[in-house]
């Protein structure tokens, strides 16, 4: 699977992917944790939400990967760590700036565990929906 990594779009020089994230991204079969969808299979849908954080968000340097799909809530890495194994920022975008801050991860595999919860979690409400 190819997955769009924003080299067109002058991500900083020194932001590397989590190797984790990779991981899960070159998988033949991505596991998406509903209701979180990653944006990265889709060149256009990515550049969509990096363009946004840019705009909206000018004094953040954020790189979006994953999206909630009930509200606007976008998963972004801190574009500013070079470690390789940055923070996860929960952004809600199309709020002002100062109101977007929904919380934060240590890292990909933290936030990875926060949403397979949620993804347990929401599977049940849509099952309790259905009955």
Not at 112 to 119: C, D, G, L, T, V
Request: with cysteine; glycine share 4%; charged share 25%.
């Amino acid at each position: 699977m190819t997955i769009y990594l924003y080299d067109d779009l002058g991500l900083q020089q020194n932001f590397k992917f989590p190797e984790k994230f990779l991981e899960v991204m070159y998988a033949s079969a991505v596991p998406y944790p509903r209701p979180w969808s990653y944006i990265l299979e889709f060149p256009d849908y990515a550049r969509f939400w990096f363009r946004q954080a840019q705009t909206q968000y000018v004094d953040r340097c954020i790189v979006p990967f994953a999206i909630r799909d009930d509200n606007d809530d976008v998963a972004c890495f801190d574009g500013n760590d070079h470690s390789g194994d940055p923070k996860v920022h929960i952004v809600h975008f199309f709020a002002s700036a100062g109101w977007e801050d929904r919380g934060s991860y240590d890292n990909f595999e933290a936030w990875q565990k926060m949403a397979k919860q949620e993804s347990i979690e929401y599977q049940r409400s849509q099952a309790d929906n259905e009955s």
